[in-house]
């Protein structure tokens, strides 16, 4: 069966794109984009050796890699264990290393982005924007090695991470159990900050596993709107989608509890902590996918959400069946970007692994973008040659 990111002319891929385009052009995008206020954060602070700076362009094969300082910021992301081909347990462990001050762009940033959503100047809303804006001025620490204690049992040496001071590695990880759920906690040196703790989910090889979209799927973001996608992300607060929380606990009642869930974003690692308490707080814990990447831009964050969304969420979902090849996969998405064609496509190339889909059809114009989203053929192009 042909791979579905090379497809011609016509075919769910260029469908999707033709709405990214079309999205972008009628709601104004460019336009937000271009007025928001030009800032700039190295990812090369100043405090870093010239050495570590060529060396981090290797990303994993650095030979030196830079520790972790005392006045840095770590993140640790949850994540799922899985059996590899030979029966040893592994899991993909993800990192970012930050420095701690931010740019001193900040406070024209938050200005900016409070007059983009119609706040005025001085609004008690500032305290909230200047706060989740922090990880986007925060400047990145290329080449950085995270070490992190598995379970109070072993450590795991991760890293050193690229320019984007993420580091993604896959390691052997001690034997567990179905559902089974340890802390890992990240070796650094007093003083650092950070999300510092993480956790792990065992999950066998068989049985069903849910993988899910965050915006305008499970939490209003907006993300056919560019004032719309600021304001949920940096103002409002975080609200699910009505009915989703229920939904959710049904569904994870209905493939138990152990089942391990994943939730595949558009947004960028910089978001991290702010989905990663949404999730906490309305919906069944699971591993959190994001763009692996730092963005230091919020016009990057505008086109993370709206650009090669369909090409990024078929790769993620590859990564998973790597993982879990033989579980069977319950996807569920939305109509505003493009998850019925991601869908499809995944379908499509893993025949059988995928037995039901959910799409959720986003009525509000405002959020949807354009109506032509909702059209049944839309629907019938993304899921052609598949079973009903």
């Known amino acids: 069966m042909s791979n579905p990111r090379r497809t011609p002319a016509g075919t ?4 999707s794109i033709g709405f990214e385009k079309r999205t972008r052009s009628e709601c104004g995008f460019d336009d937000v984009e271009s007025s928001l206020a030009p800032f700039g954060v ?3 602070p100043t405090h870093q050796g010239k050495l570590t700076k060529i060396l981090s362009y290797l990303g994993p094969r650095n030979p030196f890699p830079a520790q972790i300082g005392k006045d840095d910021v770590v993140w640790l992301l949850d994540n799922v264990a899985f059996r590899a081909q030979n029966g040893n347990w592994h899991a993909e462990f993800v990192a970012a290393a930050f420095d701690h001050q931010a740019s001193p762009a900040l406070v024209d940033l938050v200005g900016d982005i409070a007059s983009k959503v119609g706040l005025s100047k001085g609004d008690k809303e500032e305290a909230t924007i200047e706060k989740r804006i922090a990880p986007f001025v925060m400047e990145v620490l290329p080449g950085r090695q995270v070490n992190l204690q598995f379970d109070n049992t072993a450590e795991i040496r ?5 320019r984007n001071g993420i580091s993604s590695d896959v390691r052997k990880v001690t034997d567990g159990q179905e559902g089974t759920v340890v802390v890992s906690k990240a070796v650094v040196p007093q ?3 950070g999300m510092l703790e993480m956790k792990t989910v065992y999950a066998e090889p068989e049985g069903w596993a849910v993988i899910s979209d965050v915006d305008d799927t499970i939490k209003v973001t907006q993300t056919s709107s560019p004032v719309g996608i600021l304001r949920s992300t940096f103002v409002s607060q975080p609200t699910p989608v009505q009915g989703m929380p229920e939904l959710y606990a049904y569904i994870q009642t209905m493939v138990t509890s152990s089942a391990p869930w994943f939730y595949l974003s558009a947004s960028p690692y910089n978001l991290y902590p702010f989905l990663r308490k949404f999730r906490d707080d309305y919906f069944p814990h699971g591993q959190l996918i994001l763009r692996d990447s730092n963005l230091m831009t919020i016009s990057g964050l505008l086109s993370n959400l709206t650009l090669g969304t369909e090409k990024y969420k078929v790769d993620r979902i590859e ?4 993982w879990l090849p033989q579980r069977k996969m319950i996807l ?4 505003t970007q493009s998850d019925p064609e991601a869908y499809g496509d995944a379908c499509r190339m893993f025949p059988g692994w995928i037995k039901l889909v959910l799409i959720r059809k986003v009525e509000d114009i405002a959020a949807v973008g354009i109506q032509e989203k909702n059209e049944p053929q839309r629907f019938e192009k993304a899921f052609e040659d598949l079973p009903r």
């Open 332 to 335: 569920i998405g939305d109509s």
């Open 42 to 44: 190295s990812a090369s």
């Open 158 to 162: 991760l890293g050193p991470g690229g």
């Open 12 to 15: 769910p891929r260029s469908q």
């Open 319 to 322: 990564k998973i069946h790597r």
């Open 191 to 193: 003083g650092a900050t």
